[in-house]
Nanobody, 121 residues
Framework: VQLQASGGGSVQAGGSLSLSCAAS????????MGWYRQAPGKERELVAH???????NYADFVKGRFTISRDNSKKTVSLQMNSLKPEDTAVYYC????????????????WGQGTEVTVSS
């Protein structure tokens, strides 16, 4: 199983960017998916999280600006980022809890490779 993130880049403050992450490989079901970020010198933190049923939760610092969504048929999760601020600058990672086979009741947690977002003032 692999998660491949795309999108990101550089934008001025107030601008928008969109991230996408696709899961590939053999799997039975994708449970929760999410986006995390890690700024230089800081710990990785949760940005947004979405359940398999589409229930989304956001960190307070992105509420009202970011929107997470997923397409279960395409095995993708996306993050639309609007009204970007310089403090949103970070490497963004997608994450997913995946049940690999029908016979395995537990899930495994996977990370994408990270995509860089730079917001200039």
């Amino acid at each position: 199983v692999q998660l491949q993130a795309s999108g990101g880049g550089s934008v001025q403050a107030g601008g928008s960017l969109s991230l996408s992450c696709a899961a590939s490989g053999s799997m039975f079901m994708i449970h929760a998916m999410g986006w995390y970020r890690q700024a230089p010198g800081k710990e990785r933190e949760l940005v947004a999280h979405i359940t398999s049923g589409g229930n989304a939760n956001y960190a307070d610092f992105v509420k009202g600006r970011f929107t997470i969504s997923r397409d279960n048929s395409k095995k993708t999760v996306s993050l639309q980022m609007n009204s970007l601020k310089p403090e949103d600058t970070a490497v963004y990672y997608c994450n997913a809890d995946i049940r690999r086979t029908y016979w395995e009741s537990r899930t495994n947690n996977y990370w994408g490779q990270g995509t860089e977002v730079t917001v200039s003032s």
